[in-house]
């Protein structure tokens, strides 16, 4: 913006000059289009401004947890499941498919257990036929606050 503005190109610019610079704008984002080009080259505030301020506030904190996110769900995506017995008719499942940590039981389990998965954010999900949470490091922990306490009412 500012070195078309110096070679004197401005929202009232015509021909091959403002041509040359919507194309190049165009290369930068495809969404950019010689109308936008020109809305960007009028003056505001008795210059020109293409960005507000508040557009380009914290860009960079932006796209750091942008990226910081897509490998965190790369390193999810490379995840397999796993499960494993803990007591006779209940299974743990980290289902990493579904991004949830499930228990499974043969059956309804009784009004006790019930209350202990509920007590730690489990809800029941009919569709998969398991107690279920979103599957995090809390909801690791709290799968085994809920596992001791189930081996405790068995006990």
């Not at 209940?90 to 499930?102: D, M, P, S």
């Amino acid at each position: 913006m500012r070195k078309w503005h110096r070679k004197g190109v401005t929202h009232e610019t015509e021909g091959d000059q403002f041509a040359a610079y919507a194309a190049e704008l165009e290369d930068v984002a495809p969404h950019y289009n010689a109308a936008l080009a020109r809305e960007m080259l009028k003056p505001k505030y008795g210059r020109v401004v293409a960005f507000e301020s508040f557009e380009l506030t914290n860009l960079n904190a932006r796209i750091k947890a942008t990226e910081k996110r897509i490998a965190q769900l790369e390193r999810a995506a490379e995840a397999e499941t796993s499960q494993r017995e803990i007591l006779d008719g209940c299974t743990i499942v980290e289902n990493t498919e579904e991004n949830r940590l499930q228990f499974i039981f043969n059956g309804k389990p009784d009004p006790e257990v019930r209350a202990i998965l509920k007590s730690y954010a489990f809800k029941w999900a009919p569709t998969q036929g398991a107690w279920q949470r979103q599957l995090t490091n809390a909801a690791r922990f709290a799968g085994q606050q809920v596992e001791r306490k189930l081996r405790e009412l068995n006990t």
